[in-house]
């Protein structure tokens, strides 16, 4: 008899876009905390997190209890149409949350692409410039802008012409190009490196925007060096151009902050943000100061759905829950633990190169032969599928794919996060020819 798990992709293959990626081979019919269960009834611990989007948990209760309560009352009628209390209560925590210099304003959107569309829209209004710089590896969504603004390739195969006056830059990625420098030089040579750009390739004074994710997403969990960044923000300030920072999937807890910029008492110009702001609600926004956020013509920003009353529910039941709980602090927690298990990791497997992130956004790279320069994405996604065998759910990044990701819910408990660290050690195991241990804890234990 065929698994409702394989009967479900069967029918998904029948009726949506191949193109339409499947990072994980697995289903979901329902998730609490950090399992999911699948069409099968099997329970698999969560290290996707729905890509980020889940720090605090699935389906937390008092988030379901907004999400109910508010479609009981006010599903849609557009803020552009009526004004209404849960629109300016979500707007006013995210300001008085995030604050962005003196006075600071939001806007709500829909997703993390279409708040970068949005950051981007403004930031060209506000200072009368063209020209957006981005980097190399960066990932900013979907949309038209937005997949300008992404690097890998793989992401917008034939979907050009692109967006003009976008150029890029390589980012400051230590372990792969420090080339025996320390990270204080590095910094300095990648911003000399920015200087000479504008002598020849774009000028200062043509360039609306630099927009940069603290901690690269899809890229590989690269993190920006803080001398780096704080000395962008001098450039920025120093040329008149707006310096954006991507928060979508670095924000709400997952490095251990409200927003990741905050490790680096930097201060961006516009923020943007979505995933975890919701708990799984499509909702997103862009924060930014208040002069550069009114420099918009009418009319120029908005749209229909953007700042759902539903949507705003789930996201204020969402940030009160997370202060709470004190995710920050999980953030901390549950990083530490990722991050000591994968150190371990590299220490006794060659294949594994680097291990890097910021809080709980943490991640190893796979290499053939102790090689930086020969990424392994075959290994990695045999990795994926052992995991997705063995009960747990873990997905990938990097432009070639070979980087192994944890997104798990902050709220995991500490035995459930080790059990998924070692299915992910059996699995390397399994691969690289080691003696294969009998796991600490199988996936059929989870209770």
């Not at 603004?149 to 830059?169: H, M, N, Q, W």
Request: aromatic share 8%; proline share 5%.
């Amino acid at each position: 008899m065929e698994s409702k798990s394989n009967e479900l992709l069967a029918r998904r293959k029948q009726f949506v876009p191949n193109a339409i990626g499947i990072f994980n081979p697995s289903t979901a019919v329902s998730a609490k905390g950090a399992i999911i269960t699948s069409a099968d009834g099997v329970e698999m611990i969560d290290f996707a997190g729905g890509i980020g989007v889940v720090n605090a948990g699935h389906c937390p209760e008092p988030v379901v209890k907004a999400i109910a309560e508010q479609a009981a009352k006010l599903i849609h009628c557009s803020f552009n149409v009526a004004t209404y209390e849960i629109y300016m209560q979500l707007a006013e925590k995210l300001a008085t949350l995030l604050p962005h210099g003196e006075h600071t304003k939001v806007m709500l959107t829909n997703s993390g692409a279409e708040s970068v569309e949005n950051a981007i829209k403004i930031a060209r209004q506000a200072t009368g410039r063209p020209a957006i710089i981005c980097y190399g590896g960066a990932f900013h969504g979907r949309t038209m802008m937005s997949m300008t603004l992404t690097s890998k390739v793989g992401y917008k195969l034939d979907c050009g012409p692109f967006a003009p006056e976008v150029y890029r830059i390589p980012f400051p990625d230590y372990y792969h190009t420090g080339n025996g420098l320390n990270i204080n030089d590095f910094s300095d040579h990648h911003l000399a490196q920015l200087e000479d750009f504008f002598h020849s390739n774009v000028p200062a004074s043509q360039v609306a925007a630099i927009i940069m994710e603290p901690v690269q997403g899809e890229g590989g969990f690269n993190v920006v060096p803080a001398k780096y960044l704080r000395g962008l923000r001098t450039i920025c300030d120093k040329y008149g151009i707006l310096l954006i920072l991507d928060e979508v999937q670095s924000g709400f807890g997952r490095t251990g902050k409200w927003a990741a910029y905050e490790h680096y008492n930097v201060t961006p110009d516009i923020s943007t943000w979505a995933k975890s702001m919701g708990s799984g609600m499509p909702i997103g926004a862009v924060i930014g100061k208040a002069h550069i956020m009114d420099a918009c013509k009418p009319s120029t920003i908005g749209g229909t759905y953007p700042g759902n009353p539903v949507c705003c529910a789930a996201s204020l039941a969402t940030l009160k829950y997370m202060e709470e709980i004190n995710i920050n602090a999980l953030g901390e927690r549950v990083g530490a633990i990722v991050r000591n298990r994968f150190n371990q990791l590299k220490a006794k497997f060659t294949a594994i190169g680097d291990v890097r992130g910021l809080g709980a956004m943490m991640a190893f790279e796979l290499i053939k032969d102790n090689d930086s320069n020969q990424p392994d994405g075959d290994l990695c996604k045999k990795l994926i599928g052992y995991c997705a065998d063995h009960g747990l759910i873990v997905i990938n990044a990097g432009i070639y794919g070979n980087i192994i990701r944890v997104l798990s819910p902050l709220v995991i408990e500490e035995e459930l996060l080790n059990k998924g660290l070692d299915i992910i050690e059996a699995g390397l195991n399994h691969f690289l020819g080691e003696p294969v241990t009998q796991l600490k804890h199988e996936a059929s234990a989870i209770s």
